[in-house]
């Protein structure tokens, strides 16, 4: 069988290049199970062994308060890997060790990969490692992750050894004790035997690590004990609320039957050395554990294990990069510029391989065009597959050039800069310093996209504040909606361009963070995750790890998003093609046509005249495509898109839409700029390119059922109004329920809406 | 013994932890970053809006919001200003402290009292 190893550190130790380095191109992303943390798993060989390879989300300890923790914990203790292999960052040993500390008081097969040796040495610290490891019980190797090539290939001999060797491996386990001071380690004594006494979750953790978790108030620990306390004394879950305490309504009911015997004797104990800790010396056992833990790794590296050979409070080139990159006055102005950069980039440089794949499909389009008969199942190939998948796939080139920018930013280590200078404008929202990536991207500086910025909320690690970011970023402007802008702007404030602009852009921002203030005190109430963060120094980031995390992510989107895309893409089609037109109707088109043939072959028989039959031919065919246009309006007010429109005028009319907007907005749900097409089909112009609208805006402008105040109302309507489908499917993978998604389409509708209506009605009574 | 919140500390200013008063979600994540009794802590600067603080922990930088900051209890060496015992500490820090952020100088003057 092959073994397991998991990669487990700090977030920043250099883990992943590591990872990179072991598996190269063999490896693949996924999430574990039910969330969204991201799964990484690889391959590698060594003397003709194969081995798997798990790198475990970066986390600083082993806590239940965050996702990643939990992850890393439960991998830990459920997938039993052969041997755990603890990333150590030698510049930052004495925190690194201390979730060390809490993996070897698991009992896990530790190992440690003490990385970043050369950095250390350049900051003038050196290590003694032999000292190291026997002090700690467990083999110590180091490595050089930016040499991945070099750490990687010593690392797998050490680990392969260590796996060929029992005896070796048995001795690995080491299981440390550390001492917490009387009162805990009292407590801790009495918990164990509680716990080994009812066997509780002895398969997966040693009792006193169990015990320690009790003491920490650990939410898991605590509820998995409430459940083998009512297995153990066959209680039943009380009816009203499931032993739930949040949620029982009656006291009672929790202490006889839910709380049973075997949660009662620990927590009796758990609550006495709280106590007696909160009167003799006003702190929290949590805390005392803490700080033995980090007074046990001082104490261990005062035994000359670590040398400093120049001054500690030497500035590092870090923080005198630091002093220019986050200066009161240069620092935002760098970042402008650095944000500015990174969406010029992204955009102007993506337009080039954007463009390739558009013609690519427009070529296969055309060829199937001339090669199939005119019919249902091709118009189903051309406008609902190759469309769709088109759509899809022209993202691609935009996804992998703002993941690349970003994965530079995020490695270097500026990104935590700008969460860091940001985060308090922000946090008056409700939201995180590293929310202005994902809402910039998305189209704060107006031409963005909501796709890639949807998934750029990834760099977020706090939940809530990371939902309330995915909900939002969908109202700033992308280049999809300017081309309906331009035309609105175009027909109605020609003169007011610039301003107009301006304005559209701040609604936006002001009406995403507003949502994001309403969302934070309502639906994603709580508390902000503190900002307890790591300014990691600044790195040079490696090519390799760039390359590796802009095509994860890519591929991750083109597979995911691609299947459920295409196939709503064919039920957005059928909803504007079917049920097409009745027999009577095609008929009366035919005629029509027809009657144009049989009139012009009469008057140009009739003239003879050979000189004036160009234009004749011109004037015919002009009437012919009139003809086709009214086809073409007809066929869509009858479809299925054209009666839910025409259906829902009465409502919308209190917006100023009538049922050639309502049409053009729900094709704009396949993408923001088929607004313009479908209002140029409603308004029998044929098919409009969004780039040449001006003669649908000269058609608006004169359109009696169309003022300046129905244009303002329509431009809120699409600024806030559904995000595009594909948006939507981004948003369901990235907050992990469809609920979200769903919330996202009803929501921003609603509010689009009453938006509109307020300002429609306001303005009509206004005399606007 | 001087002791004042982190948030009161200014720029460049050195001090070892006495106490972490947070508990919950927060006092664990402070506490996982080392920020504890003993710890030897440097102001190394705030953000342009004078919130988050970045500070320096066992050779690497962490930042905090103020109202995380106020949680956690610094001994500071007494600073030129505060180095004078008597009545002027007080005219002093209040002086100092009219170009901070939060005005908080009574709370600042009664702790070093």
């Not at chain 1, 003169?495 to 107009?500: G, P, Q, V, Y």
């Amino acid at each position: 069988m092959e073994a397991t190893i998991a990669l487990a550190g700090n977030p920043n130790s250099g883990k992943t290049t590591l990872f990179n380095a072991l598996t190269g191109a063999h490896q693949h992303v996924g999430n574990y199970p039910g969330v969204t943390v991201e799964k990484k798993c690889g391959t590698f060989t060594f003397n003709g062994k194969s081995f798997n390879i798990v790198d475990l989300p970066g986390t600083y300890s082993l806590t239940a308060y965050s996702l990643e923790e939990v992850v890393a914990r439960d991998f830990l203790a459920l997938e039993k890997p052969d041997m755990v292999v603890n990333v150590v960052d030698a510049s930052n040993l004495q925190r690194n060790l201390y979730l060390s500390l809490q993996f070897m008081e698991m009992g896990l097969p530790v190992f440690i990969a003490l990385n970043m040796m050369d950095v250390a040495q350049k900051r003038g610290i050196s290590i003694d490692i032999e000292k190291l490891s026997a002090l700690l019980g467990v083999p110590v190797v180091p490595t050089i992750a930016k040499n991945g090539k070099k750490g990687a290939a010593e690392l797998v001999e050490t680990i392969s050894r260590r796996l060929g060797h029992d005896s070796d491996r048995q001795a690995d386990l080491s299981l440390i004790r550390i001492s917490y001071g009387n009162d805990i380690d009292d407590a801790l004594i009495k918990i164990e035997k509680i716990i080994c006494d009812h066997s509780f979750l002895t398969d997966r953790y040693p009792a006193r690590w169990t015990a320690l978790k009790f003491l920490e108030n650990d939410e898991q620990i605590v509820k998995l004990a409430q459940q083998h306390g009512q297995l153990l004394e066959r209680v039943l879950p009380c009816d009203t609320c499931q032993c739930d305490p949040d949620s029982c309504t009656t006291v009672q009911q929790i202490s006889e039957r839910c709380d049973t015997l075997f949660i009662k004797k620990i927590s009796q104990i758990v609550t006495l050395v709280t106590d007696h800790l909160k009167q003799t010396s006003g702190t929290y056992p949590e805390a005392v554990i803490a700080d033995h833990r980090y007074g046990y790794i001082s104490s261990l590296l005062k035994q000359g294990i670590i040398t400093h050979h120049y001054d500690r409070d030497r500035l590092q080139i870090s923080d005198r990069i630091d002093k220019v990159l986050t200066h009161r006055l240069l620092g935002p102005m760098i970042m402008v510029a650095v944000l500015y950069a990174l969406y010029y980039f992204t955009f102007n440089y993506s337009a080039l391989p954007v463009s390739w794949i558009e013609t690519l499909f427009s070529l296969l389009g055309s060829s199937i065009d001339a090669s199939m008969a005119d019919g249902e199942l091709k118009s189903l190939i051309l406008s609902g597959i190759i469309d769709g998948v088109g759509g899809v796939l022209g993202f691609v080139p935009l996804i992998m050039f703002m993941f690349f920018f970003i994965a530079i930013l995020e490695d270097s280590g500026y990104l935590a800069r700008v969460a860091f200078m940001l985060d308090r404008v922000f946090r008056i929202f409700g939201l995180h310093g590293s929310s202005v990536m994902p809402f910039i991207i998305s189209g704060g500086i107006a031409g963005g996209c909501a796709v890639p910025g949807i998934m750029a909320t990834r760099t977020l690690k706090s939940p809530k504040e990371r939902l309330a970011t995915l909900l939002t970023v969908p109202f700033m402007n992308c280049g999809a909606k300017l081309p309906v802008f331009m035309l609105l702007i175009a027909a109605f404030f020609e003169e007011h361009k610039a301003l107009i602009m301006f304005l559209i852009t701040i609604t936006s921002w002001a009406g995403a963070l507003l949502a994001a203030k309403l969302f934070r005190s309502t639906i994603i109430k709580g508390e902000s995750t503190p900002f307890v963060m790591e300014l990691p120094p600044y790195r040079l980031p490696t090519v390799k790890s760039v390359v590796i995390h802009t095509w994860e992510r890519t591929w991750q989107y083109i597979k995911k998003a691609g299947t459920v895309i295409l196939g709503i893409s064919v039920v957005l089609w059928a909803m504007m093609t079917f049920p097409g037109l009745n027999d009577a109707q095609l008929n009366h088109f035919e005629q029509l046509r027809e009657n144009i043939k049989i009139s012009s072959a009469k008057s140009f028989s009739e003239s003879e005249r050979v000189s004036n039959s160009d234009m004749t031919d011109e004037i015919v065919q002009a009437r012919l495509n009139s003809v086709d246009m009214e086809q073409a309006k007809v066929a869509l007010k009858n479809s299925i898109a054209g009666q839910i429109g025409s259906s829902i005028e009465g409502v919308t009319m209190f917006a100023g839409f009538d049922w050639r907007t309502n049409i053009a907005l729900v094709g704009g749900f396949a993408a923001k700029e088929v607004v313009v097409s479908t209002l140029g089909t409603a308004y029998s112009l044929g098919d409009v390119e969004s780039e040449e609208s001006n003669t649908l805006a000269q058609r608006l402008s004169k359109s009696p059922d169309f003022r300046p105040l129905t244009a303002l109302s329509l431009i809120l309507f699409t600024m806030f109004y559904a995000p595009c489908f594909v948006s939507v499917v981004c948003l369901a993978r990235e907050s992990g329920s469809w609920k979200w998604a769903l919330f996202s389409v009803v929501f921003n509708t609603g509010f689009a809406f009453t938006l509109s209506v307020v300002i429609y009605q306001a303005g009509s009574l206004l005399g606007f | 013994m001087n002791q004042i919140s982190l948030r009161h500390m200014k720029d460049n200013q050195k001090g070892i932890i006495r106490a972490v008063n947070a508990t919950g979600e927060m006092g664990r994540r402070i506490r996982d970053m080392g920020i504890v009794p003993g710890s030897e802590i440097a102001i190394q600067g705030r953000a342009p809006l004078y919130d988050p603080v970045a500070l320096r922990i066992m050779g690497f930088t962490l930042t905090l919001r103020n109202n995380e900051a106020d949680y956690i209890m610094v001994e500071v060496e007494p600073d030129h200003a505060m180095a004078k015992i008597g009545a002027d500490i007080a005219i002093t820090t209040i002086k100092s402290d009219r170009n901070r952020e939060e005005r908080n100088s009574p709370v600042m003057v009664a702790e070093v009292k």
